[in-house]
């Protein structure tokens, strides 16, 4: 008889036990469901800028205890603008958004405003639709930063090419707004400015025909570093002394400067701004102020 209670309670023991377990399962479950889950629809991740980016509003999501997507938008609008909508679908509780085009991006954003869904934009900024806040680097006053440095080396009437990015996006129109500021207050020479798209190798190509054309350029002043590490092996191939300026501050950029064969880059900070669109969106859903505007430290890094 001892035996027979003995089992019977081992038995509603371990029943008890599955059901504490089975509980405790369940609210894991829906702890898990009520954390809001964040998205971030990046350009590209073929540009390190970008991957460094999308590394910072990683680890600042994991650390708020945020659940992050992350899609890859290829510098393709339409692409961009199915991500969006696929995010809608999910409904995710923010979008970050960095465009591929700052008027191409605005369907994408009505978009996510139409399904109440709050939108920050990073590093490029939108020309339309309902943004909560816009996280960047003050790229007028890094395009002036970059011009002011060239006319401190060269002096004023020196020759300039600039390299500018994709036609469209914020970054490359103030980039270019503050380089030609600069240029007309140092009285540089601007012989040439033509988008490479902020790509290396179009950088390169663009760089071979711009030599061509102008046989006493003595500065470049490219809008990334990616165009900038370009245009130095377009120099160096026409074996040609031209003193080369990037901009972001990547990696490949400041081991560049150490190394002698670029200027300088103006260094942004695109880690700081990931982790800053982090921060905003939590504010945004927890219901508090954000500044529609949040600029991020940007210097000038040279030997």
Request: some cysteine; charged content about 25%.
């Amino acid at each position: 008889m001892k035996k027979i209670i003995m089992l019977m309670t081992g038995f509603l023991l371990a029943i008890g036990l599955m059901g504490c377990d089975k509980k405790e399962e369940k609210a894991t479950a829906e702890q898990q469901k009520e954390k809001p889950t964040l998205a971030l629809v990046i350009s590209t991740l073929n540009n390190p800028f970008f991957v460094t980016l999308k590394d910072g509003a990683e680890q600042k999501a994991k650390a708020l205890g945020y659940e992050l997507l992350v899609l890859d938008s290829q510098n393709d609008p339409a692409k961009e603008l199915a991500n969006v909508e696929d995010l809608t679908v999910k409904k995710v509780s923010a979008i970050l958004i960095n465009p591929t085009d700052s008027s191409a991006v605005v369907n994408a954003i009505r978009m996510a405003n139409q399904a109440k869904i709050p939108v920050i934009t990073l590093d490029r900024g939108a020309n339309g639709g309902e943004v909560s806040s816009h996280v960047a680097s003050d790229n007028v006053a890094g395009g002036e930063l970059a011009g002011n440095y060239i006319a401190e080396k060269l002096g004023a009437g020196a020759k300039v090419i600039q390299l500018q990015g994709i036609p469209g996006t914020s970054a490359a129109r103030d980039r270019g707004e503050g380089f030609a500021k600069a240029a007309e207050a140092k009285h540089l020479a601007v012989v040439a400015s033509q988008p490479a798209d902020f790509d290396r190798t179009k950088g390169l190509n663009v760089m071979e025909n711009l030599l061509e054309a102008n046989k006493d350029v003595q500065a470049v002043f490219a809008q990334n570093d990616e165009m900038a590490l370009g245009a130095i092996k377009a120099i160096e191939a026409a074996q040609r002394d031209v003193l080369v300026v990037g901009f972001d501050g990547t990696d490949e950029g400041v081991n560049a400067v150490k190394s002698g064969s670029l200027a300088g880059t103006v260094a942004q900070q695109p880690a700081l701004i990931g982790e800053k669109g982090i921060e905003v969106a939590a504010k945004v859903l927890k219901g508090e102020a954000v500044e529609s505007s949040i600029s991020v430290p940007l210097k000038m890094i040279t030997l």
